[in-house]
């Protein structure tokens, strides 16, 4: 188990190759499980208790999908399960990194109706999740053996189609009485 934390961290880290990590689709439901779970309980509350873990089984699931296609198109999709894996354990690490500054932010927050007010804790949160982007981007660079910029494309192009389709939904949902 430690060896796998270090394989992750080393990820985080930019000093590991996804190459290293087991080609194991034991390890990658464990892996996409235990993202999962972080990015439910990382959501935010005001959406209800269901809402949360659906959204994050959808981006779980769909960000599964983009990078099959992306390895497929490129020719290794031998590499889905490896790449998938190291993709889904560096973000849990990053996810739980988060937790603490997304709860200290919280606590600063005025009660009442949720709003967007920077803090310092906002700010730390915003950092890891670039971080987190850099580490998906360097992950899948090489994994299609690519630019970054191609990589970066992927990435940043699904999280803001992420982004956009949360928003709709949350419009939609929120419209609802």
Known sequence: MSQYLKLFI????FRGQAANVP?????????????TITAAISADPNHGLFRGPLMAIGHVLSFALI?????RLRGYSERVVQT????????TLLQLLVLPFA??????LPAGEPQLILTI???????IGLWSLTVMISILRQAMESSAGAAA????????FLFFLLATLATIGSSVP
């Not at 080609?23 to 993202?35: G, I, K, M, N």
């Not at 990078?67 to 390895?71: G, N, S, V």
């Open 84 to 91: 998938l894996t190291a993709m889904f354990g560096a973000t």
């Open 121 to 127: 804790p906002l700010l730390f949160v915003l950092v």
């Open 23 to 35: 080609r194991s689709e034991t390890l990658l439901v464990l892996t996409a499980l235990a993202a």
């Open 10 to 13: 080393n990820l985080c880290l």
């Open 103 to 108: 709860g200290w932010h919280e606590r600063l």
């Open 67 to 71: 990078i099959y296609l992306a390895l």
């Open 153 to 160: 494309i992927i990435i940043v192009g699904y999280q803001i």
